[in-house]
């Protein structure tokens, strides 16, 4: 079964509003999530790595400001697209490492389908 | 990822035929390699990975070589089936640790009945 949840599984808004977007480990315990973007038919760009207890840290390129994550708990995560447009649509997933320590599997949620209008 | 690349865009099989799918990386440091399946619309899913410190990792139907030499990657899946119709990517670390992925671009696997 999954391990990693996501919600919502697709969102639709108006540009100019603020999505929230929640990733969740099931049933172990996660410090650290990452947070995935992809466009159509293109591959998976990390976009930042949430980190329990202190503050996000981010690829390059990507906004910290735009793109606000809060790792509120240590089965939680969230991403938090702020001021959406268009060009922010996309398939947001997230992914968290499970399993002992030194072999930890990366598993990744369900995805989020973003559509900006 | 720009680490990661994959050598075909597309691979078309005849169902019971077995499949290789290829993947190039860059990132002599990487040291942990995992190749994950996306089926449409879904968040990618674990098949099997393998460290530096091997060159072959068989699991259920599938195995994965890994040629440090020429920093070649390979998913071998044995009697393909229908449902293994999906986008394959194989991923590379890129940190300290094996937490940050670099993704290739991804190989489209169809699968003729």
């Known amino acids: 079964g999954a391990v990693v949840s996501q919600h919502p599984s697709w969102v639709i808004c108006k540009s100019g509003t603020s999505v929230k977007i929640e990733c969740r480990s099931l049933?172990?315990?996660?410090?650290?999530m990452f947070w995935y973007r992809q466009f159509p038919k293109q591959s998976l760009m990390l976009m930042a790595t949430?980190?329990?207890?202190?503050?996000?840290?981010?690829e390059q390129g990507v906004e910290k400001d735009k793109f606000l994550i809060n790792h509120a708990s240590l089965t939680l995560s969230t991403l938090t697209v702020t001021s959406a447009h268009p060009e922010d649509s996309s398939f947001y997933i997230c992914?968290?490492?499970?399993?002992?320590?030194?072999?930890?599997?990366?598993?990744f949620g369900p995805g989020t389908r973003l559509l900006v209008l | 990822g720009e680490n990661v690349g994959l050598h075909l865009p597309t691979l078309s099989v005849q169902e019971g035929d077995n499949s290789i799918i290829n993947c190039a990386y860059s990132?002599?440091?990487?040291?942990?390699f995992i190749w994950y399946k996306q089926e449409s619309g879904k968040g990618p899913q674990f098949i099997i990975d393998?460290?530096?410190?091997?060159d072959k990792r068989q699991g259920q139907r599938v195995t994965v070589l890994l040629n440090k030499t020429v920093k070649h990657l390979s998913l071998q899946i044995a009697a393909t089936q229908p449902g293994d119709s999906a986008v394959y990517f194989c991923?590379?670390?890129?940190?300290?640790?094996?937490?940050?992925?670099?993704f290739g671009a991804g190989t489209t696997v169809t699968v003729r009945a």
């Open positions: 992914s968290a490492p499970r399993g002992l320590v030194g072999q930890e599997t990366q598993y």
């Open positions: 949430s980190n329990e207890g202190s503050k996000a840290t981010y």
């Open positions: 393998i460290r530096s410190n091997m």
């Open positions: 990132n002599s440091a990487s040291d942990y």
């Open positions: 049933d172990f315990q996660a410090t650290t």
């Open positions: 991923a590379e670390n890129i940190g300290s640790n094996d937490y940050k992925l670099s």
